[in-house]
């Protein structure tokens, strides 16, 4: 979040705000770490080295270190945002109370199914017990990790262990604190759109849903650049027709502050989020 008078508006999509931003000295470690994987040697330039690379290496040899890195549960990357460092000079929580977002139209949302992204692949997710889950929880809720699990496993009856945390990682990292901010802003009297897109593959063996990043092809109309995606499925007029509405409300907003038949939202109410399916 900034104060740049250059910004005018803000759109927040699907912003992992529960994400705490990286300690400095892990950071460090995870970069020393990656340049030891590629084979670059200490005290060497590691800008001059690593443009010297293809970008192939660089991907794949990043994979690699999410991979060594990996805990089951945890969807932080190797590398993320620093806190104190250019671009992360504070955390959102003291950003917002300092009124950096003020007199800025707000546009913020999330998809409906998130987490599915980072943890229906997770063989250790998918095969956790219902104990192994509130062992797990512990890291984000300590004492109340059993409170947690029963809280959502009370609102998904049917849902396994992995559905049941997966959920819980939706609202952890995506959409509490996006409403959060909604709220705060909204309360300041700001103008404040909220969103959920909701839109899932009628074809979706994976059960990702409404997963993270699955709006992305409606709103840009890049359908044709996800061939064969789970997150997609097949893609005809209606998907077409609802990525020109939801395409149409994001760019009246860029354009304007506004969009016209969106109301905006109102602190913790429910029905001022619009629904996109």
Same mark, same amino acid.
């Given at each position: 979040?900034?104060? =740049?008078?250059? +910004?005018?508006? &803000? ?17 460090? #470690? ?30 794949? !040899? ?15 990357? %190797?590398?993320? %945002? +620093?806190? *104190? ?28 199914? #998130? ?7 997770? %063989?250790? =997710?998918?095969?956790? @017990? ?37 959920? =819980? $990682?939706?609202? $952890? ?7 959060? =901010? ?9 103008? !404040?759109? &909220? ?19 699955? #709006? ?5 109309? !890049? ?6 995606? %789970?997150?997609?499925? @097949? +893609? ?8 020109? +509405?939801? *395409?149409?409300? &994001?760019?009246?907003?860029?354009? @304007? *502050? ?20």
């Amino acid at each position: 979040m900034t104060s =740049i008078g250059l +910004v005018t508006r &803000v759109l927040l999509q699907s912003g992992p705000f529960g994400l705490p931003p990286q300690d400095p000295r892990d950071a460090a #470690e995870n970069a020393e770490a990656y340049l030891r994987l590629l084979g670059i040697p200490a005290g060497a330039d590691p800008g001059k080295a690593l443009r010297a690379l293809p970008a192939g290496q660089l991907l794949s !040899t990043y994979g690699q270190l999410a991979g060594r890195l990996a805990r089951p549960g945890n969807a932080a990357p %190797p590398m993320y %945002p +620093v806190l *104190g460092a250019p671009g992360m000079p504070r955390t959102w929580q003291r950003a917002l109370a300092d009124g950096a977002l003020e007199g800025k139209p707000l546009l913020i949302g999330t998809t409906e199914d #998130e987490a599915t992204a980072f943890f229906t692949f997770d %063989p250790h =997710i998918q095969n956790l @017990t219902a104990a192994g889950t509130v062992g797990l929880l512990k890291d984000q809720a300590g004492d109340h990790a059993q409170e947690l699990y029963d809280t959502y496993a009370a609102r998904l009856p049917q849902g396994t262990p992995a559905q049941i945390f997966t959920a =819980i $990682g939706t609202d $952890g990292l995506f959409r509490d604190d996006a409403l959060r =901010i909604a709220d705060h802003h909204a309360a300041g009297g700001n103008a !404040t759109h &909220v969103y959920q897109f909701d839109y899932r593959p009628a074809e979706d063996p994976h059960a990702l849903g409404a997963t993270h990043c699955g #709006e992305l092809p409606f709103l840009f109309n !890049t359908f044709d650049a996800y061939p064969d995606s %789970p997150m997609l499925g @097949t +893609v005809g007029d209606a998907q077409r027709a609802l990525g020109r +509405v939801f *395409g149409g409300a &994001v760019a009246e907003f860029v354009r @304007t *502050g506004s969009v016209h038949d969106w109301l905006p939202y109102a602190p913790a109410t429910a029905a001022r989020v619009r629904h996109f399916a």
